[in-house]
Structures are given as C-alpha cells and as structure tokens.
C-alpha cells in the first residue's frame, strides 16, 4: 500500500480482542484514505536519485500518486493511491556487465464508498501489486548466472456493508479474495556448482507458488446494555477458505572443495507439482463492560476450528483497565490471554515436495564415503495438536509535572505444542523428519517511555526497550538448505516491537462510518 494513502498505523502486541485470532505475535490495523466532496490530488517523489558505486549511476525512482473525489457529492466517494519504484541494483565486488539487478514494483489502492442510506454504507477496495527482478538473488558470492528472473503479482478485492439500527445496534458483514503468485526461474539450465565462498552455473530451482484466499465475515454490536455497570457486546463469525499450490522443479547440485575435486552431490526427487487447501471457522463474544466511571474490563471468548487439525481451540482473553487517581493522571493496565496461530500450510506441504539423495566423496572425489544418505519429512494432523501462546502483560501510565508523560510496560509470551521437524533416526546427514509439536517458545520484554508535547504538536520521546526471545528448537530443516546438526535451543531474532503501554484499549474502540 502506498505510504502517502494511509492515515493511521495501529500496532498491538498484547491485550487486544478476541476479534483477532491466529496471530500469537499481534496485530497490525492499516487504515486508508477515502475521498470526500472535493477534487484533490497529490503527486510526489518523481526525481530520481543517484548513486556513486563504480562511477556516478542511476539510483532509483519512486512516486507517489493519490487522487479522490466525489462520484456523488454527498452520497459516494472515491480514493485512488499509487506508487511505483524502479531500482538498479549494483554489486561493486561484481564485474562490469555482470553486476546489475534491474527490479521494479507497482501498487495501487482503489476504494469506493457508497452511502446507501443514512444508515447504511457500502465500502469497496481493490489492491493490486506486481514485482519483477531481472537478476533475483545476485550478491557478491551468487554471480550472474545463478541468479534468478523473479515475478511476483499480488491483489486483494473487498466488500464491507455497514448497517445501523434504530434501536442503537449495528451489523456489518464483509468478503474479500486474495491471489499471491511468485515464480522464480533460473537464467539457464547448466549444472549449479557451490564452492567455498561462491556459486556458479545455473541455480538449481525453478518455482512457480500460487496461493488463493476467500474470507467473510460479520459482527453485530448489540446496543449498550446496563446490569452492574454498562456493557458492550459484541458477537463475530468469520470462515475463509485457502488454497496453496506449489510447482517445484529441481534439479542436482554439485558441492566442491576449494581444489575443485567433488565433496558431495545433491539429487532430488518428488510430484513436480502438488496443492493444500484448509478451511477455517470462527466465532466469538466480547464485553466491554464499565462498572465504574475508573474501571474498564473487556472479557471475551473465541473458538477456532480449521480442515487440516481438526481441532476445536478455545482461547479465552480478559483485559482491563483502572484509573488509580481521580483526575486520571494514574492508569494500570493489565490483561492475559490464550492465543493460537493460524495452520502453516507450508509445513504440512514440505512433505508432498519429494526426498533428498545426498552423496559424500572422499578427497580425490570420485570415491563414495559410504551409501547415499536420505533425507524426507513426514506430517500426520492427526498426532498433532494447534500450537498455542500464553500472553499477558500490564502497563502503568503516569503524568508527571510539566505535563511529562511516563508509560511503562511488561510483556511475556509463552508458547508451548509449537511446529518443529524432529529427526529422531540419530543420524544428521540425513533421515526422516518428523513434524511434531516439540516446540516451546518464551519471550519477554520491558520498555520505559518518557515524552512531552509541546506546542504545536511537537513532540519529544525517549524510550529504552529490553527483550529477549528464546527457543528449544532453532533449527528448521528444508530439502533446500540443509542443516546437519541435530534439533537444538538458543536465542532467536528478536523483532523489538513494544509492549503495550497502559494508554491502548484492550479491544478497538467500537466501529462508526
């Protein structure tokens, strides 16, 4: 989506409703532009910039566009954002005609929206992108030839209908349909060789991925209801459907040593092509419930079921928040609950992609080092159950004098059943890998915020943020790529997104046109 076409970026890491599901780590809301009653355009960044690498080159170019307007003043509007970028790519450690990626990208948002009555209103999107790299892959270690043409064409259409009632309730139902394709093709098909500290010939993979999804969805807000306070219901259901098609030829790789001679030859075999759908259900409750002007609690329960585990998940959450002084200069916030991700059909999918055959050769490179070694992967639904995350977190909020904020925040996330191939055969060159649910997963994090507005709307922050990421199953093993080394624990990557402050709601606030 281009930049210039989103009005605001909401980030949640913890407490938010059971309204989001299948996603452990958070949820990100993007929220775009609409045009109203008058004519505006905008265009921007349209000058190219320049690079010194190997002498004075073209850089890239990216603009922006965005037009909107009234199709009917007063009755429906229309938004249009685009951007592009065209980009050469140069590795200076490369030769010269052999050193360029030349890659290109385009995107463009197009909405509608209808006001059908005046209580009712009709919203239409249309999101498409496309990318193309002539030489996909080049580094300094993957020359030209074993670089890759890469395409890529993406586009997401949606429905939503708003509708308000009389007695205060509304109902909104939406669809939407997904298409992700990406194929990558080799230059050529001479034989891939990988040396140390470099490649050469062709690369050994072509792929062609295809991936569909179709989701609806509908949520009704009841009108507030008062018992021990003042209560906002809230009831969803949504089912999608998604398909995942793969074509996948490979062919061998050769693996030398730095005197040339054979180390080790690489066969594969399988379908050249297979598919994996799944469909997934769901349904939940939420309260937002007040019974106090200083305490806000947010309950709610959601229930998950999807094709290929089969199993029903509850995952109950409970949010609140308490103003500890009157004036509401004081807020803690605090809220734990179960969090399930959605089924990685790539996992269940790598055991349709075939076997690896692996030969290892003595120094002189023609003598075998014993028979070749096997390596398939194996995934039975049926002895596997849905990974989960246990998430809580509390925040404090604070104003200080000079009108100085103070937001400090604690999150922890403890996942446990999680995906991890498992070879359980004792031999790391090879052997039948095993999807099992022997992952477990912990992260934590604190961060202290301090900021103050000024005038204008100039705002000053300083924020520290420590957090850690740890895992007893690092490893993931591919036909591809290899690891021979068994299943092992240590730190991962750490994405340093913040906790929660104790100024974000436990749930969105309650949706208006």
Known sequence: VSTDAVRSLDVESSRYSVEYGKGSGGVIGLATGMGDDHYRFSATNFIPSWQNKKGLHFDKVDPRATFSGPIR????????????????????????????????RFSNLAKVQVN????????????????HADHDGLSAINP??????????????????????????????????STFRDSATPLGSQPYFVLPGSTSGNYFKSSDSLAHRYEGFAN?????????????????????????????????????????????????????SFQQDNVELTGFVQDRWSPTDRLQVEPGLRF??????????PAPRIAGTYLLTADGDTKLSAGVGLFYDATNLELFT?????????????????????????????????????????NWSVGLQRKL????????????????????????????????????????DRYHAVQVTVRRVFRNDHVVMFSYARSSARSNAVLDYTLDNPVF????????????HPPPAADHPAAPPRPRP
């Open 304 to 313: 998950d079921w999807d094709q290929i585990l089969r199993r029903v998940l």
């Open 116 to 131: 059908l009555s005046s209580a009712n209103i009709l919203t239409t999107s249309l999101l498409v992108d496309r990318f």
């Open 401 to 440: 004098p000079a009108a100085i904020y103070l937001d400090v925040g604690f999150l922890q996330k403890i996942g446990r059943r999680g995906f991890t191939f498992v070879n359980n055969s004792g031999n790391t060159l090879g052997g039948a890998y095993q999807l099992s649910n022997a992952q477990r």
């Open 220 to 272: 009704l807000y009841l009108p507030p209801l008062h018992a021990a306070g003042r209560h906002d219901l809230q009831i969803g259901f949504n089912v999608n459907r998604l398909t995942y098609d793969q074509q996948f030829v490979r062919r061998p790789i050769s693996i030398l040593r730095a005197d040339g001679t054979l180390f080790s030859r690489v066969e594969f075999s399988g379908p050249p």
């Open 73 to 104: 003043k007063g009755k429906a509007w229309f938004y249009d954002g685009a951007d592009g970028e065209y980009t050469q790519d140069i590795v200076k450690e490369l030769p010269d005609g052999a050193d360029t990626n030349w890659l290109w």
């Open 144 to 177: 030209l030839s074993t670089s890759l043409d890469r395409d890529s064409t993406n586009w997401m259409a949606a429905m939503k209908d708003q509708h308000y009632f009389a007695g205060g309730a509304l109902f909104e139902a939406g669809f939407a349909a």
């Open 350 to 390: 790598r055991p349709l992609q075939g076997t690896r055959l692996q030969s290892f050769y003595a120094a002189d490179g023609q003598t075998l080092l014993g028979p070749p070694q096997l390596t398939s992967f194996t995934a039975d639904p049926r002895a596997l159950d849905a990974p989960r995350f246990l």
């Open 485 to 496: 080394s068994p299943q092992a624990g240590g730190p991962l990557p750490v994405v340093r």
